[in-house]
């Protein structure tokens, strides 16, 4: 079950990755992908509630694996930096933060980077 809540946090990880970069292309390039920029405001509709399910099911897939250990891994920090992404959303939305968009960018970088490290480099902490 843990395996499987992995996998599935990744895809959905992955899906809102892929949103933003088909966003940035289609920004800097300037060119229509019809098929992609269906596909894309599809995704966008649900980035919030993507997000939300990749958090919940992500502290459900460490609370399986490790339980309530506090123990330094690199699920560790994908899931912080998960978690942290969603505090700047919610206290841009709900407290007037002004710069919380830009941090949330700058941590779509450190969730790439801690994705990364998580799936081919697991114990590389621990």
């Given at each position: 079950m843990a395996d499987f809540l992995g996998f599935l946090t990744t895809f959905l990880l992955l899906v809102l990755i892929i949103n933003v970069i088909i966003r940035k292309m289609v920004r800097k390039y300037?060119?229509?992908?019809?098929p992609l920029l269906s596909i894309n405001s599809k995704?966008?509709?649900?980035h919030k509630l993507l997000a939300l399910a990749?958090?919940?099911?992500g502290t459900v897939h460490g609370y399986l694996i490790v339980g309530l250990r506090l123990v330094p891994h690199?699920?560790?920090?994908?899931?912080?930096?998960?978690?942290?992404?969603?505090l700047l959303f919610i206290s841009g939305k709900?407290?007037?933060y002004k710069s919380w968009f830009i941090k949330h960018k700058i941590f779509y970088y450190v969730v790439l980077v801690a994705l990364f490290l998580h799936i081919f480099f697991k114990n590389i902490i621990s």
């Open positions: 300037k060119f229509k992908l019809n995704i966008s509709k649900y990749v958090l919940i099911l690199t699920g560790s920090i994908l899931l912080l930096s998960v978690l942290i992404m969603f709900y407290g007037h």
